[in-house]
């Protein structure tokens, strides 16, 4: 008995200390989960505005094997909800919009809850708008339209709860938010966006896209599951799909919190939380000191992480397009090793 007794604790601290390794460098560490067959995408790590390591691992389409490059584009999932978040806050700088108002103000066409659901609520995921009904569409093979969202959000006759007095995460928060700066700015999304961030931050190779499955946009990396089938979902003129390179998404991060495209009081505003998340995912604040920024991003076989430590002044981004659940454990290692060996 005593004999198994120290088998079983020889085998845990084995299982423990190889849980632990100690890597001596971020490219030995990413090799790693590579061989694994764990890392199909473009990892980018930046700090001091000096790219500390950048690489591409894997295929952009699992049909033609085309190697994935630095310049491939990704979608990001929710990570693309910061720029409706941003561009809002970009009016409400300029004094075009305040955070009070409501939806109906700006958006006539939509039943009486509009007029109970504020600017604010809409950023904090507060608005008690129920989720869209992703799993519905999906089931029954339909192609995703903006007036199919448009009229299904137009046909909610009763909201989850009163708004301001609980949090539920709804695409259709982003959605009314992209309607208001079209309203307000009167400009198409797209080319507000273009104009005020893209260009602002020289993001210089990102776009929006046309439909899913991608068929005639640049360099698209496509996203599939671990049987290498591309992913089915159909989406047609979607306001809000995006397509991102890594070093674009370095750019952004760089514009934003220099406060070239929103003031530090402005980000503050837009990064409070009633839930799990803000329009800019997570960032956490000591008093007036931003700590970390975090998003991480999911939209089908798509799953991406953003991290920024101002104090390191470290970037680091993970654009997957082969689905492993592991982006934000891997930022955590960077992370990790970054801060041991320096």
Not at 74 to 89: H, R
Not at 122 to 129: D, P, V
Not at 273 to 295: A, I, M, N, T, Y
Request: proline share 4%.
């Amino acid at each position: 008995m005593k004999h198994k007794i120290i088998q079983l604790l020889i085998l845990v601290l084995t299982l423990t200390f190889s849980a632990c390794k100690n890597y001596k460098s971020v490219e030995a560490y990413v090799d790693e989960i590579n061989q694994k067959g764990e890392l199909n995408g473009n990892v980018l790590v930046v700090k001091n505005n000096e790219v500390l390591y950048e690489n591409s691992f894997g295929i952009a389409h699992p049909k033609t094997k085309e190697p994935l490059t630095a310049s491939h584009r990704f979608a990001i999932g929710s990570i693309s909800k910061e720029f409706p978040g941003v561009a809002a806050m970009q009016l409400y700088e300029s004094g075009k919009l305040k955070l009070e108002d409501k939806v109906s103000k700006y958006l006539k066409n939509l039943p009486s809850w509009a007029s109970t659901i504020s600017i604010q609520q809409l950023f904090k995921y507060t608005s008690g708008l129920p989720r869209v009904a992703w799993e519905r569409y999906g089931e029954n093979e339909m192609t995703v339209t903006h007036d199919l969202l448009l009229n299904d959000l137009k046909n909610i006759e009763q909201l989850a709860f009163e708004p301001g007095t609980d949090y539920l995460y709804s695409n259709y928060n982003p959605i009314l938010l992209i309607h208001i700066i079209e309203e307000i700015s009167g400009q198409s999304f797209e080319d507000y966006v273009t104009q005020n961030i893209f260009k602002p931050a020289k993001m210089k190779s990102s776009y929006f896209g046309k439909a899913t499955p991608w068929k005639n946009e640049t360099l698209p990396a496509h996203p599939f599951n671990k049987d290498n089938n591309l992913d089915a979902f159909k989406m047609d003129g979607i306001k809000f799909l995006m397509l991102f390179t890594a070093q674009d998404i370095y750019q952004y991060l760089q514009h934003l919190h220099s406060y070239q495209l929103l003031s530090k009081e402005s980000i503050k505003l837009l990064s409070e939380r009633e839930g799990s998340q803000s329009p800019l995912g997570v960032l956490e604040w000591d008093d007036s000191k931003l700590e970390v920024h975090h998003h991480h991003g999911e939209q089908g076989s798509y799953e991406s992480v953003i991290r920024y430590f101002p104090e390191e002044e470290l970037y680091i981004i993970i654009l997957k397009n082969q689905k492993f659940f592991n982006v934000m454990d891997m930022a955590d290692e960077i992370h990790d090793i970054i801060i041991t060996n320096k």
